[in-house]
């Protein structure tokens, strides 16, 4: 079992930019793929990006290509969310999620919120315009 906490959000100004980190304790991240998530309010939950297992993979949500990146250090067990030129409508609690895979080549990453296993409690970032 992996216990994920994310870090990281705040406040910012449009066009700024943050760094969201999750880390992971319990479980090395090197066996699961990862995705962040975000739910703005009175929304539902949306994808925003995941990465494979390896790291060689990655995937973004529309609104997002461009802007956010996301990557992950194996040694620091951490899974990171960079997110630049920050728009009003990127206002969320964001969280971070992890997906055991058995996939050998470290390739495939998911988007679906029901294909992850575990999930962090959410750091929330403003952006003010």
């Known amino acids: 079992q992996v216990q994920l906490v994310e870090s990281g959000g705040g406040l910012v100004q449009a066009g700024g930019s943050l760094r969201l980190s999750c880390a992971a304790s319990?479980?090395?991240?090197?066996?699961?793929?990862m995705g962040w998530f975000r739910q703005a309010p009175g929304k539902e939950r949306e994808f925003v990006a995941a990465?494979?297992?390896?790291?060689?993979?990655?995937y973004y949500a529309d609104s997002c290509k461009g802007r956010f990146t996301i990557s992950r250090d194996t040694a620091k067990n951490t899974v990171y969310l960079k997110m630049t030129n920050l728009k009003p409508e990127d206002t969320a609690v964001y969280y971070c999620?992890?997906?055991?895979?058995?996939?050998?080549?470290?390739?495939?990453?998911?988007?679906?919120?029901?294909?992850?296993?575990?999930w962090g409690q959410g750091t929330q970032v403003t952006v003010s315009s």
């Open positions: 990465i494979s297992r390896s790291g060689g993979s990655s």
């Open positions: 319990g479980s090395t991240l090197s066996a699961y793929a």
């Open positions: 999620a992890a997906k055991g895979t058995a996939d050998s080549r470290g390739y495939i990453f998911y988007t679906q919120q029901y294909q992850y296993d575990y």
